[in-house]
C-alpha cells in the first residue's frame, strides 16, 4: 500500500512539473539562479545549449551524391546514422563520427571515360568459330525447308488435270 502511494505521489509530481516530454518546464517566471554551488568561478562560461549539427555531403551506397545538410529542426540537432546513409536524430550518443567515413570522394567503380580493357584476340576467335557454326546449320536447316516447300508446290502444280481452251 505504501509503495502505490509513492508511486502514485511520483507521478503527481512529474506531471505537475514537467513538460510534455518530460523535461523540467521552464517559463521566464521559474528560473532561479543558484551560484557557488558546482565550483564555477562568477563570469565563467559554461558550454551553450546545441543549436545545430552539420552533416558533410557524402556518395551514398548506390553511388548518388547527397549534398551536406543542417540538422535545427525541433529536437533533431545531430547528424546520426552509417557513413552511407545519414539523417538528423535527437540523441547526441547516436551521433556520427564524420571524420572515419571515407566516402567523399567519388567512388573508383563510378569514374567513367576510360575506355574499356581490350580483350584477347584468340579469345574472340574461339567464340566467332561457335557463332558461325550455329549460323551455317541454321542457315543449311533454311534452305532445306524451302527447297521442300517449292518441290510440294512444284508437285501439286504437276498433278493437277490439265485444262484446255477454257474460255469465256
Not at 43 to 52: D, F, I, M, R
Not at 88 to 95: E, G, L, Q, T, V
Amino acid at each position: 500500500m505504501r509503495v502505490t502511494e509513492l508511486l502514485l505521489g511520483y507521478f503527481l509530481v512529474k506531471i505537475m512539473v514537467c513538460d510534455a516530454e518530460g523535461e523540467p518546464s521552464r517559463t521566464g517566471d521559474e528560473f532561479m539562479l543558484v551560484t557557488g554551488f558546482n565550483d564555477s568561478k562568477e563570469g565563467e562560461v559554461t558550454e551553450s545549449p546545441h543549436t545545430e549539427d552539420k552533416c558533410r555531403g557524402y556518395y551514398d551506397v548506390m553511388g548518388q551524391w547527397d549534398p551536406p545538410f543542417v540538422c535545427q529542426t525541433g529536437n533533431y540537432l545531430y547528424c546520426c546514422g552509417t557513413c552511407g546513409f545519414r539523417f538528423c536524430c535527437a540523441f547526441k550518443s547516436s551521433r556520427l563520427d564524420q571524420t572515419t567515413c571515407k566516402n567523399y570522394d567519388t567512388p573508383p567503380w563510378m569514374m567513367t571515360g576510360r575506355p574499356p580493357p581490350k580483350v584477347d584476340v584468340a579469345q574472340e576467335s574461339s567464340k566467332d568459330k561457335t557463332n558461325l557454326i550455329v549460323y551455317v546449320i541454321c542457315g543449311v536447316v533454311a534452305i532445306l525447308a524451302l527447297i521442300g516447300i517449292f518441290t510440294k508446290l512444284g508437285l501439286e502444280k504437276s498433278h493437277r488435270p490439265h485444262r484446255e481452251n477454257m474460255s469465256r
